[in-house]
Structures are given as structure tokens and as C-alpha cells.
């Protein structure tokens, strides 16, 4: 990468903004090709920059309450030529979804890549942690990530998943694998894991140093509803989508990839919106799952061990012996924090074998690349 | 799909924008998850609508002159809950570009999904020809396309292609495959012959009727620079794509998928800047190609065909010989259309042994899909 210093020195008189030089500073990786900003300084302040020569007040908008680019909308101060800037942070490492406010209005960053979440593309931020390159792309093998659609008897309609194979899967036509069931949160899609997460890298690395036996990972949309029962007011979208699971997907797969199609060898694990439906799937299908994985909480806040998944967790004997693997992990700074920690300590007296992780993070996807690349060395062992 | 009628007749005063009752129209198939707007009438009438309370004027901007949206910017009419409309059209069937001017500022549609355009991600719209449906998802068997990451001895980074596989791909392990090699126009990516282009459906319609033979196709990215010579003012930062096409894919596609790996199963074909590319690459290794293809006209505008391509066009009977297929193609409303005919002429004067389609159309993927659908079923035969 090479440093560009594209302006020196802005003096702009009145405005809130801090911009400065970044002589110290490079594009981020998220940025379309060519573009210079936005900007990560060496000491994770970031730049952003766009020409709105009409609009009367632009802003920089972080999405969410719980984004470590911090609270905004940030004000972005004018400069003769029309370029709007607003330097911000020092922010938190990993992805953040963000938009430009033109007049109040959401606007993506021309600049940025965009990226499926808020149920819209929204542009995001990819800020390095320099301690950490778990997920980037090294030197070793890498594994495709098929678009693979399908048709959904469930919905009746096509669908679409995104389908990690792991580095040499295209050669080594008689090896079959375990297979990872993946799902996004609210307001995401099947794109989630691999642009977002990286769980492609994740995935690639870890296998490369042997902490991770090759597998192939799912990850589909999170949204399904039945094609005979439209959904109603007040529904999110989601209902339908254990059932296509089940029912559509698990056979697709097992048909069109060489997967060990058993339960020993199936794991399913979703982060927020998607730990909920791994919980709810998983449990409800412990014939088929074997592995279950909660990132972020879900369905940890207000959950009842009497009544939860159809009273799984009353018998704590039985479902030790059947699930090989049960995970549940969540940001320090996520809100979502104290219900899990409940769940966790509830599990712990009724006998549940489990494996909690907590640690720094907010209900962001830096935390929930942290819970991939520790909840994977664990699976299929 | 649902008729839903959502908003019934609305009458503003004072503005040039039709908004006119859709009772006769449903959301478009590039819309977001669950959005209304824009919708498409049965006559080709585009309704879009957009939430911007704030802002003193809204416009949808089609995204170039060649666009089937028609020329704008189009006003759009504030309505008192702070929506704001347009009724445009009847416009061209097809997928186009376009995004919102929000006070003279483009901004994406948060209601449309995002395409990789003009140098970034652009809203676009996908309008159905009631005649045509060969790009349509049907009930037919599917290919994957893979997100395929490869390092580049060429620019010295990681790329990524997009790898349409045919359906059966990964079941028929010891069957191998001719490959074409497919290229985006400017300011597009690898990601458009799949997302705008429909190519994974074209050819899986085309394979399932048995009018073209099951092949590999590798949509890479239009641009590289070589790492040890950073782009210069005035360069396009594609300068080493085929020298990146030569010496890093084929032997990384080779190595990676089931290919035949010789001249005469592999072919190279793009539009506008990618047909130029296909042109130069493939007539300059006519030991790695067999058939080349070129959409939309590029580089036949003032093509010299005695230096052309090395000189590559002045024996005619040579170049018959080695070339399977040599295909030229541009629609009649393109500002390509008369040097590419004037080229088509030329070649047959020359002697040299050609296909030339030339039939309606812009400068828009339209035409390229209708060129991929007649380029296809004549390679490798």
C-alpha cells in the first residue's frame, strides 16, 4: 500500500469537524477501487470525504447505537470545492456499517463498498486491528465461496446461500466434509458472513494451521416464509425459516456437495438474530444437529430453562449426550451482555454442558469473527 | 408474486412528476427484502418513491446517456409525509443503472439493490421484456458461481474472479470442462456479468435445453497494475489485465477447477472495455484461444486492420485457421454501433471469417445478455 497525502491542511473556521492532515493515513480496505477515502490514520482516527457541492449539511451516520465508530451523526464541515470532511475517533477495530446524512437524508458513500445490513446496502468500514489478523488474507490456500440457488418448497420460492468449500474441495473429489450451518442477524443476508465476517478467511487460516478440520460452511438467508401463509403484520420475516432448513435446505446441500450427511457431523450457529434461530433449530432437531452455536445472545435475554425449546434443558443428561458441542458467547459492551451471561449461569446450575466465551466487543462483527475463530476449532473433533 | 396497491391517487400541484395509482404494477426483482417501491407497471412505467423529509429536491438520475431509463434527472413530487415520487416511462426492458439526486447530490436508493457501476456501487433496476425470458431463474438444474481468491505474480495482490461451474459441476468429479473467460465493461467489476449480466442463468437455461455444451466461465476483474509499476495520470489501472489473464488465471483456473486446458476449449469474449480486452488478449495469444468474442463494440471504432492486433488481420486464411469462432456484436442504439459495423465490413473485406449480430439496444447489459445467449451456444463445438 502507498501513502497518498491528498490535502494538506484544512482550515475551516466555525465547524466542529477536526480536519486534518492525513499524512499519516492510508485508504481503508473496504473502499471501491481508486478511492482515497475514506481514510485510517495510524492511530485509528478515520476521514471521510465527499463532494456535495448542493447539499446544506452533511453528516457522517454510524449504524446502530452499538457501533465502534461511536455516536453519531458526526458533522462534516465544507470546503470551497464542494468536499465535505469529518475526521472521527479514534474508533473501535473491525467492520461498522455507517451512511452519509445529505440534508438529513441516508446516503451511501460513494467511496465505500456497500454491504447488506439494516435491510438495505449500507455502506461500511473495515478498520484494522493490528493485533489481530485472524481473519485477513494470508498465504495459504483459499476456499471458494459458491452462490449456490436453490427452490424452496417451503416458500415456493428460489433461494439463495452462500456455500464455503474448503481449499482443495475442487480436487479431491472423494474426501467428504462436516458441514457448518452459518446464519447473519436482523436486517442481513446470506452475503453477511463472507463480506462482512470473513469466514471465508477465518475458515482458511484456521485450517491452514490446523486448528480447524476442513469443512464446509452454509450460510443462507435467515429470511423465509411459507408460500401458503403470507406473513401478517407484526411478523418479522423470519418464521418459516427453521422449516427451510430443515426441509429444503440440509437435502440441497447434502445432494449437491460431498457432505457426511449425519448428525455427528452437522453444526449449526448463528449470531443475534441468527443465535436465536440456530438455538431454536438446533434444539428443536437434535436428530440432525449435533454442534449449536450462539453469538451475541439471542435468545438469551428472558429465557425460561423449564420451558425453552420445548423443555430440552429439564433433562440435562440427556441432552449432554446428545449435543457434542454447545456454545454461547457475547460482547462485554453488547446489551444483549447480561441476558447471555444469565443464560450462561442458568445452564451452569441445571447440569447444561456448555462453552461461554465473553471478552471486549460491542454487537458488532468484530466480536462475532472473534466467537467463528473460536467456536470452529471445536467443531467435528 | 402480490399485487399490492399501495398508495392511491396522488395529486400535487405545481410539479412535473407523474404520480399516477399503481394499481396495476408490483416492486421490481432488484428491490431490497420487502420494499414497495420501485415498482413496475405493466406498461413499463417505473414508480420510484423515497423517504427524504429534509431535502429540497429529489431527482432520479438514470446512470449515463446510453440508459433505458431515458434522460434525466427526472423531479420527483414531495408529498406531505415527506415521501417523495416519480412515475417515469414507459421505459426499455432490461437492467439499468441509476441512483437519486438528493439536493444535487447522488445517493443510492435504499430501496434498490446495490451493482458495482460507474466506479462504485449504484442502484439498479431490473425491468422484465414480457418476450424474452432466457436470463430467468427457471425450473431447470443450476451451476454455482464461486468467489474464487487468487494471488496475482502480475500486481502483486490478492484478486477475486467469479466462476460460473456448470450444474453437476461437483457430482460428475471426473469430467472436465471448456472454459470461457467473460469480461465487465469500465467502472463495472467481476461481480456484474453475475449480478447484472443474469450469465449463471443464461447458461443454465442454454445447458438445460441443450443449445450450448456445459462449460466453465471465469469473470474476473477488468483491472491490474502491475505491482512493481503503480498506474500513471491518464492510465485506466487496467494496463496488465492480460498479461494478469495469461500468466496468473488460466494456470490458477487450470489448477483449480476441471478444465481442458488447451487452446481449443478455451475462449475470452467481454463488453465495451472488456470486449477491447478480449480483443487484444485473445488475437495476441492465439495459442491460448480459439474463440474470442466482443460486445458492444469495443475497439473497433478506429481500428486500423492493417496494424491491428500485431498485424494479426493482414493474412486472413492464417487467422481462419487458428480461430474456431471470432464474434462481433453491438446494438444499434449504442454510440458504438458505426465502428462496430464499419470493423464488421472491414473484416469481410479482408477476409476474415466472422459472426455479426447487431440487433436493438443501448449501451446496457440488455444487449449483452442477448449477446451472451447467441455467443454461447456456438463455442466449442
Known amino acids: 500500500m502507498h501513502f497518498r497525502p491528498q490535502f494538506a491542511l484544512l482550515l475551516i473556521a466555525g465547524v466542529h469537524a477536526l480536519a486534518q492532515a492525513p499524512v499519516d493515513s492510508q485508504p481503508a480496505s473496504s473502499n471501491v477501487r481508486g478511492a482515497a477515502f475514506p481514510r485510517i490514520h495510524t492511530d485509528r482516527r478515520v476521514t471521510f470525504q465527499v463532494k456535495a457541492p448542493g447539499a446544506r449539511n452533511v453528516q457522517v451516520m454510524p449504524g446502530g447505537g452499538s457501533n465502534g465508530l461511536g455516536k453519531g451523526p458526526f458533522d462534516m464541515a465544507k470546503s470551497p470545492d464542494g468536499n465535505w470532511s469529518a475526521t472521527i475517533g479514534p474508533v473501535q477495530p473491525g467492520f461498522h456499517y455507517y451512511w452519509l446524512l445529505v440534508d438529513g437524508v441516508p446516503a451511501n458513500d460513494p467511496a465505500s463498498e456497500t454491504y447488506f445490513g439494516w435491510g438495505r446496502q449500507s455502506s461500511g468500514i473495515d478498520v484494522p486491528d493490528l493485533a489481530l489478523d485472524f481473519y485477513e488474507p494470508k498465504n495459504v490456500p483459499h476456499g471458494d465461496v459458491h452462490i449456490h440457488w436453490y427452490s424452496s418448497n417451503v416458500t415456493g420460492k428460489m433461494r439463495r446461500a452462500f456455500v464455503y468449500t474448503p481449499p482443495g474441495y475442487g480436487a479431491s473429489a472423494r474426501t467428504h466434509f462436516p458441514v457448518l450451518y452459518l446464519q447473519h442477524g436482523a436486517g442481513e443476508s446470506e452475503r453477511g458472513w463472507t463480506f462482512q465476517g470473513r469466514a471465508n478467511f477465518i475458515l482458511d487460516n484456521l485450517i491452514a494451521a490446523g486448528k480447524a478440520v476442513p469443512m464446509i460452511v452454509v450460510m443462507d438467508n435467515g429470511y423465509a416464509t411459507r408460500g401458503d401463509a403470507p406473513p401478517t403484520a407484526g411478523q418479522r420475516g423470519n418464521e418459516a425459516f427453521g422449516e427451510v432448513v430443515i426441509r429444503d435446505l440440509i437435502p440441497e446441500i447434502d445432494r449437491a456437495y460431498r457432505t457426511r450427511p ?103 462483527w468484530q466480536v462475532w469473527r472473534k466467537h467463528l475463530h473460536a467456536f470452529a476449532p471445536l467443531l467435528f473433533r
Request: glycine content about 18%; some cysteine; overall charge neutral.
Open 262 to 364: 449425519d448428525r455427528l457431523h452437522r453444526a449449526i450457529a448463528g449470531l443475534s438474530m441468527g443465535g436465536g434461530q440456530a438455538l431454536a433449530t438446533g434444539l428443536g432437531a437434535l436428530d440432525t444437529f449435533s454442534h449449536i452455536g450462539a453469538f451475541s445472545g439471542a435468545a438469551g435475554r428472558n429465557m425460561d430453562l423449564k420451558t425453552a425449546s420445548g423443555g430440552v434443558f429439564t433433562n440435562a443428561e440427556a441432552l449432554n449426550k446428545r449435543l457434542k458441542l454447545f456454545w454461547i458467547g457475547c460482547g462485554e459492551g453488547d446489551s444483549l451482555f447480561p441476558g447471555a451471561k444469565r443464560m450462561h449461569e442458568e445452564l451452569g446450575r441445571a447440569g447444561v454442558r456448555h462453552t461461554w466465551w465473553e471478552g471486549p466487543g460491542l454487537h458488532e
